[in-house]
């Protein structure tokens, strides 16, 4: 019995600290002494195409999710990141990573794609294979397409590190 409330407790700690964005940035400070992260939870809808011939129903959906801040105190290449889901069992979703100028607007063009995700149905995982250098402050913007039909489910949750393992980094 002690074990099932100590259970429940954790849990409910889990989601109040995902709704403040608070733990990513409590798991992700710790993870390398070469660099720290910092992530900022938010929602931030895109228009898509008003002359589209689908129904609103049937047009996928684009926002921003989180924003990472990566200070990095020496030069280094982040290799793999993976963000795990806490929420509502998800079928499908597909994301990529932007970055845009400080004073620019976040566009989805050619020059701000850093690259795509691969989505883990069974893990609930979004992962990034990625070879990108590092220096001082990199800005990166998750980007996420989705139905209208989740996006409850999408802002009821959100994404975090699930682990050490959750960012692999190597020196240049």
């Known amino acids: 019995m002690k074990k099932i409330v100590v259970k429940k407790l954790k849990q409910i700690l889990l ?12 798991r ?8 720290t992260l910092k992530t900022i939870s938010t929602w931030k809808d895109f228009n898509n195409d008003s002359k589209s011939q689908l129904t609103i129903e049937d047009q996928e959906k ?3 999710t989180v924003e990472l801040i990566f200070r990095s105190k020496e030069t280094i290449k982040l290799k793999k990141l993976v963000l795990q889901w806490n ?4 079928d499908d979703i597909s994301a990529s990573l932007y970055q845009k100028k400080e004073n ?3 566009t989805f063009i050619n020059k701000n794609f850093v690259c795509d995700a691969k989505w883990d149905n069974k893990k609930q995982q979004i992962i990034f294979t990625l070879d990108e250098k590092l220096i001082a402050i ?6 996420i397409n989705y139905m209208p039909k989740i996006e409850s489910k999408l802002k009821e ?3 975090v ?12």
């Open 15 to 26: 989601i109040m600290l995902c709704l403040t964005g608070l733990y990513i940035k409590l």
């Open 138 to 143: 990199n800005k990166y913007y998750l980007i």
């Open 104 to 106: 620019d607007d976040l």
């Open 62 to 64: 684009k926002a921003l």
């Open 87 to 90: 929420g509502d069992f998800l």
């Open 161 to 172: 590190l699930s682990n050490e393992k959750a960012i692999q980094i190597c020196s240049i």
């Open 28 to 35: 992700s400070e710790i993870l390398n002494e070469k660099f």
């Open 157 to 159: 949750g959100c994404f």
